[in-house]
């Protein structure tokens, strides 16, 4: 079993920065790709971001390309999201995900491709 916890939401102006970080417990062997969702309010959970346990396959979200990135420390344990330029539309719930893989340069991009979920972490970006 694999816990997730996520840290680093909180209330910023648009245009600001924000950096969230996922640490996984409870595994072993490091294999595990990982990612970033988001839901807000009405709406259904998104893609946001996702990386292989390499390092080496990264995906992300149109709405974010440029703006957002994604990392994951050597021990391969913690997954790091730096947003940057952030808007009111980034407003959401934001959850880390990660699922055990095989393939060191698989990196998920749907909801389907991970098993484990964090409880989520609120960012607020005001106008």
């Known amino acids: 079993q694999v816990q997730l916890a996520e840290s680093g939401g909180g209330l910023v102006q648009a245009g600001g920065s924000l950096r969230l970080s996922c640490t996984a417990s409870?595994?072993?062997?490091?294999?595990?790709?990982m990612g970033w969702f988001r839901q807000a309010p009405g709406k259904e959970r998104e893609f946001v971001a996702g990386?292989?346990?390499?390092?080496?396959?990264?995906r992300y979200a149109d709405s974010v390309q440029g703006r957002f990135t994604i990392s994951i420390d050597n021990a391969k344990t913690t997954v790091a999201l730096q947003m940057n330029r952030l808007k009111p539309d980034d407003t959401a719930i934001y959850s880390c995900?990660?699922?055990?893989?095989?393939?060191?340069?698989?990196?998920?991009?749907?909801?389907?491709?991970?098993?484990?979920w964090g409880q989520g972490t609120q960012v607020t970006v005001s106008s």
């Open positions: 409870g595994r072993s062997g490091g294999r595990y790709a």
């Open positions: 990386i292989s346990w390499s390092g080496r396959d990264i």
């Open positions: 995900a990660a699922v055990y893989a095989y393939n060191a340069d698989f990196a998920g991009g749907k909801a389907h491709d991970y098993e484990y």
